[in-house]
């Protein structure tokens, strides 16, 4: 397993193959549905949007949290059906240089052309781990726009080791999902 840092630069994200296991340490943050309507329409609207969002590795995910006093703590982090942001997804791209996105289930060739043009891949965690990526989140590093919910939320995290993570959409246009889609293709 190939250990990655964030920000990951645009060299990094180059030269990750297909299929590839990785894990990632460093800063990341969440966002689901909401967020991504929100940071689109604050940026559209030119307010601030959070700094942390700007060449992001984006984890698809709406953490389970508990507060105790100040103090934040993730107890289940598993991925959501990134299909879901599939129209989103490529303006979030292009508009704040997304350099990783980790989610379940791929995304749209619409995406995968935004993670083309600008340098991003999508990393597949696997579904039902939920617990066990919580594990990969070592510090919470603060909240944004929390009014959204807890699972709609802009969670920030520090990750150490978060994975295994598979390449599976790359930013030269390879596609893990299109290949299996194609392979069942019979004559």
Do not use: Q
């Amino acid at each position: 397993m190939r250990s990655l840092r964030s920000p990951l630069s645009y060299d990094t994200i180059k030269g990750l193959k297909l299929g590839e296991v990785v894990s990632i340490s460093g800063p990341i943050i969440t966002g689901r549905d909401e967020m991504h309507m929100r940071a689109i329409e604050y940026s559209n609207e030119g307010r601030v949007v959070p700094k942390e969002i700007k060449n992001s590795v984006l984890y698809h995910c709406g953490p389970i949290m508990v507060k105790d006093g100040n103090n934040w703590t993730v107890i289940a982090a598993g991925p959501t059906t990134s299909a879901r942001m599939n129209k989103l997804e490529p303006e979030m791209i292009r508009r704040f240089s997304i350099r990783a996105i980790i989610g379940k289930g791929g995304m749209s060739s619409e995406v995968l052309e935004a993670m083309k043009e600008t340098g991003c891949v999508y990393l597949a965690a696997t579904g039902g781990a939920a617990v066990s990526l919580a594990e990969g989140l070592s510090k919470v590093a603060g909240v944004e726009w929390e009014d959204l919910g807890m699972a709609e939320a802009m969670w920030k995290f520090d990750t150490d080791n978060l994975g295994p993570l598979v390449v599976a959409m790359d930013c030269h246009g390879n596609s893990l999902y299109e290949n299996v889609r194609k392979s069942l293709i019979r004559d």
